[in-house]
């Protein structure tokens, strides 16, 4: 589904940061990806791919953590789980318990 441009692409202009813009050219650079657009068109893909996953845990830790007042939320979890099987649903889903590592993620 999302494989590669077709014809029916839409261009999205979009204003980054000028660290970031680095960081894609370096990654062109070192060959791993081929442009700029490329780069970015990988990242919104695993960004889709990765909310296309129903894992109730992360997307309420990300929707608390970006301050999103919608449906989701880490309150509304805790209306219907104990406090420690939503700890244990967000270590399964991110792999540690860790607030900084987890913060690191979904920054990423």
Not at 66 to 91: C, H, Y
């Amino acid at each position: 589904m999302f494989d590669r441009m077709t014809t029916t692409s839409k261009l999205v202009q979009v204003r980054m940061p000028q660290r970031l813009v680095q960081v894609l050219d370096r990654l062109s650079a070192e060959g791993i990806y081929s442009s700029r657009s490329e780069a970015i068109i990988d990242s919104v893909r695993r960004l889709v791919l990765a909310y296309e996953v129903e894992d109730p845990f992360k997307k309420a830790l990300l929707k608390s953590y970006m301050g999103k007042s919608v449906q989701g939320s880490i309150e509304d979890l805790r209306k219907i789980l104990e406090l420690q099987d939503i700890m244990n649903g967000i270590t399964e889903a991110f792999g540690t318990d860790s607030i900084d590592d987890i913060i690191t993620e979904v920054r990423r």
